[in-house]
């Protein structure tokens, strides 16, 4: 019968390989993005708790949820990859797996072969096989060939037991990759769902900003616009107190005519300060601190409680009292000499109209009428129509 050795051909191919060093290469390159990226955030929060009052910033907040995202769609990514590398993994060790069983079913077969043959010519085959032989030569390589089919029977046994055991193992390593398959996949399912969380959450919190941009822009502009019906106001207010004087001088019934309130006053000294307090918002161009965007502020902002008494900055005429469009309750005290004052974002007003007020007056009390954040005095020195930064004309 014949014999020959028999031999294992490799189970898997250069491509193969290549590929799963692909999938390392890849996911190792992913992985030092994320950790970068996780190095970036901690700076970032780091930064943030820091920034004390700057917490609550929805552009911080912004920036925060933005970088969540970053790091859960690379976490995604790595994900991914895994999972690709898992599912090539577990297509090489099933074939690796089927290739062993082949081998196994050949290992099987031959040895039961040899099994038959033994039982068919049991020892004398041996002892038929040297007298048959026609040489002395022959009689020796006979032997030696059945000494050789003994060891080749010991081979195939041996190798018949070492890939059971494979077979096993292999049974094991697919059975753990397909769990861990199953856990990557989990995973990935969650990952993707905190990803899609947090893009959410980024949309929500960039429509509110861009809300509370497009308010604070209308709110700028309104502002800007009741600034300058103020100036209208007070104008007009003026050119009618200045018709009423002369109608009552026509009539002979002249009043005292245009009282300089400031005499006396130099500019730098010329007004009291109204309400004491932080100024919490200054006079010119300012821009908002959360949402960057630059608005012209005619006046200075003092805090102080609601109800603080607000006072008479010089003696002066009551020109106007009432309620004005951003300013909410305002007190416009005329002082001769072109030179008015406006006090607005009122609780209470305590003057009528053409009262003549002295210096230190109550006029009314602090409050956050018309378009104001907390409770504070808008104080606004004003030349005509012209609006004058305050602090150049308040006592120091």
Known sequence: MPFFLFCLLPLSSPSEAAGRQDFDRQIAIEEQRRKALDRQIEGYRSSIRKMDQKVDSLLIRIDELQQNEAIARQ????????????????????????????????????????????????????LNLFFSSRSVFEAVESVYLLKKL???????LSQLLDKQQEMKLSEKVISEHRERLKNKAASLRKQKELYNTSIRQTNAFVGEIQRKKALAQKAAREMEEAQKAVGQTILALMRRKKERDAEEARKGRARRGEVDYLAGRGQGSMFDWPVRGPITSGYGMRIHP?????????????????????????????????????????VILEHGKNY?????????????????????AVLGGVGRTG???????????RVGSKVQNPLNYLKR
């Open 340 to 360: 008015s004052t406006v006090y607005a974002h009122l609780s209470s007003i305590n003057a009528r109209e053409g009262q003549v007020l002295k210096s230190g």
């Open 150 to 156: 003994d060891r080749y029977d010991e081979l195939v």
């Open 371 to 381: 378009t104001a954040t907390g409770h504070h005095l808008h104080f606004e020195v």
């Open 290 to 330: 959360i949402f960057k965007t630059k608005a012209f502020h005619s006046g200075i902002d003092i805090a102080a409680p609601q109800g603080t008494p607000v006072k008479a900055a010089a003696a002066g005429e009551v020109l106007f009292t009432g309620w004005l469009r951003g300013y909410g309750q305002v």
């Open 75 to 126: 976490e995604i990514e790595i994900l991914e990859l895994q999972n690709l590398k898992l599912q090539e993994d577990l297509i090489f060790l099933s074939m690796e797996a089927r290739n062993t069983q082949e081998v196994v079913n050949e290992l099987q077969a031959r040895l039961k072969q040899r099994m038959i043959d033994l039982y068919k010519y049991g020892s004398s085959e041996e």
